[in-house]
T-cell receptor
């Protein structure tokens, strides 16, 4: 069965500082990987996704993520955080079409941004 | 193009009451999903559908039923609500064109 672990429940970062959110997954084949962001009281917005090819993926809002097969990781990074990046971030692994394209989510990491 | 919409946005139920949550999508997607979100647990899949007239169980299906009579709609029912079903419910649809799930704004349900 697939699973996702986000080891950090909360992260506090100063505005302008860099941010890295960790994600480890378990999946029996080459995974589809996603990062979503959820602002307070809102739905989920896709930041970026990885299916194959280049292991460094660029997303929206200046985010990027790197797929490392040997470490079963898909960490999210941003070089310089803005106050508007305060939100909850979810990593997810996706099943193939034969399995209904289902997503399994991690528990989320809440990011607080200090002025 | 409204994307994925959910009604209602908020609801308070008493234990034992029933209700139906409606999800609608206008993107002609085949796949639709219902998740629940609880603090520290991320989103967990309740039920999903791979096409009109089909449904399947997800990770946490107990206490819920679903129906997909029309391609654009996916209904989630609670026959006898319990306090453990207090949660935020999200609907999503999956599009092959972009290979991603699109989420609705959520429904906050409280069961007293």
């Amino acid at each position: 069965a697939q699973s996702v672990t986000q080891p950090d429940i909360h992260i506090t970062v100063s505005e302008g500082a860099s941010l890295e959110l960790r994600c480890n997954y378990s999946y029996g084949a080459t995974p589809y990987l996603f990062w979503y962001v959820q602002s307070p009281g809102q739905g989920l917005q896709l930041l970026l996704k990885y299916f194959s090819g280049d292991t460094l993926v660029q997303g929206i809002k200046g985010f990027e993520a790197e797929f490392k097969r040997s470490q079963s990781s898909f960490n999210l990074r941003k070089p310089s955080v803005h106050w508007s990046d305060a939100a909850e971030y979810f990593c997810a692994v996706g099943a193939r079409r034969a399995a209904g394209n289902k997503l399994t989510f991690g528990g989320g990491t809440r990011v607080l941004v200090k002025p | 193009n409204a994307g994925v919409t959910q009604t209602p946005k908020f609801r308070v139920l008493k234990t034992g009451q029933s209700m139906t949550l409606l999800c609608a999508q206008d993107m002609n997607h085949e796949y639709m999903y219902w998740y629940r979100q609880d603090p520290g647990m991320g989103l967990r899949l309740i039920h999903y559908s791979v096409g009109e007239g089909t449904t399947a169980k997800g990770e946490v299906p107990d206490g819920y039923n679903v129906s997909r009579l029309k391609k654009q709609n996916f209904l989630l029912g609670l026959e006898s609500a319990a306090p453990s079903q207090t949660s935020v419910y999200f609907c999503a649809s999956f599009g092959l064109k972009y290979n991603e799930q699109f989420f609705g704004p959520g429904t906050r349900l409280t069961v007293l």
